[in-house]
């Protein structure tokens, strides 16, 4: 897990990581794409007019953010941007915040990738003290026996 330390760096975390939600797509956009920078500034503005909250940013600001040349944001800014995001403003703020929401971030980010049920069975293995190489045999031998059992994955709950 890479150490995050500029707010550059914290924003292109966000960036990679964080999808829209469901809601948010339109009928004919792919799911779990990025969100752009367009997006997220809109969801900062369209809040800031809805809830009266008066923070409105740029997307060339955002831009600048991300790549470095803008360091040091407004506190209202920073509390926007987090928000969009559906994280504790601490995170651009805190390490301690900052990788704690990282590692939830990224174990959303798996779960999303795999079934859960595959997540689960290898944090178990691995608290056994199970190296991936064993984990992964013991997947394939689940999975394997399931097929000869006739089971699809759509009957796994």
């Known amino acids: 897990m890479p150490h995050l330390e500029t707010l550059a760096e914290k924003l292109e975390f966000l960036f990679d990581r964080v999808r829209p939600a469901a ?4 009928p004919h956009e792919e799911a779990g794409r990025r969100y752009t920078t367009k ?14 909250t008066g923070v409105t940013i740029s997307a060339a600001y955002v831009g ?17 941007l987090a928000q969009a995001f559906g994280v504790d403003p601490a995170f ?5 915040i900052t990788r704690r929401v990282q590692e939830q971030i990224d174990l959303l980010t ?12 290898r944090r178990v293995l691995r ?13 394939q031998v689940v999975d394997r026996c399931r097929k000869l059992e006739g089971l699809d994955e759509d009957d796994q709950d």
């Open 64 to 80: 600048e953010m991300r790549r470095g040349v803008t360091t040091d944001p407004r506190t209202s800014h920073v509390k926007a």
């Open 92 to 96: 651009f703020v805190d390490s301690r």
């Open 110 to 121: 798996e779960l999303r990738q795999m079934k859960v049920q595959q997540v689960a069975l």
């Open 39 to 52: 997006e997220i500034t809109n969801k900062i503005n369209e809040r800031a007019e809805r809830d009266g």
């Open 127 to 139: 608290q056994q003290g199970l190296s991936d190489d064993s984990t992964r045999l013991i997947e």
């Open 23 to 26: 809601g948010e797509l339109g």
